[in-house]
């Protein structure tokens, strides 16, 4: 299945979250999961200025569209920490931050690719077939 993809660099700053809000409510404008896909890139995007190397530096988003899925994910300059991914045995929340166990609620599948030197975390969202985005 033939699909989209949108690529787009930010500069690291949290300034620049408003910016990413905005680019993905402008491409997912009709979609039905748009508000989480929102929240979802947001807490990542976040993390990545917060969390990473990529502060003061650059962090990328993509978008990628395909049938009735959307992957958001955000790569960063990497850092010394790993992402905290929630358990999905146990859904356990994790202390110091739930953004990425909201991240995994809202979501179909979520993950993290790379390491110290650069990381990608995404998730996907779907929606039912009959919708259209």
């Known amino acids: 299945m033939i699909g989209v993809t949108w690529r787009r660099s930010f500069p690291g700053d949290p300034a620049q979250l ?11 404008a009709e979609c039905p999961v748009l508000d989480d896909a929102i929240a979802c890139l947001a807490e990542l995007a976040s993390n990545a200025v917060v969390h990473t190397k990529s502060r003061g530096d650059v962090f990328t988003v993509e978008l990628r ?9 955000v790569t960063d300059a990497g850092g010394p920490t790993v992402p ?4 999905p045995v146990r859904g356990e929340m994790l202390e110091g931050g739930r953004g990425l166990a909201i991240v995994a609620a809202l979501s179909t599948y979520m993950g993290t690719e790379g ?6 975390v995404w ?3 779907k929606w039912g077939a009959q919708e259209r985005c």
């Open 18 to 28: 408003h910016d990413v809000r905005k680019l993905v409510g402008a491409l997912l």
């Open 65 to 73: 569209l395909v049938g009735d899925s959307v992957r958001i994910a």
């Open 84 to 87: 905290a991914l929630p358990s």
């Open 115 to 120: 390491d110290e030197e650069g990381r990608t």
């Open 123 to 125: 998730a996907e969202l």
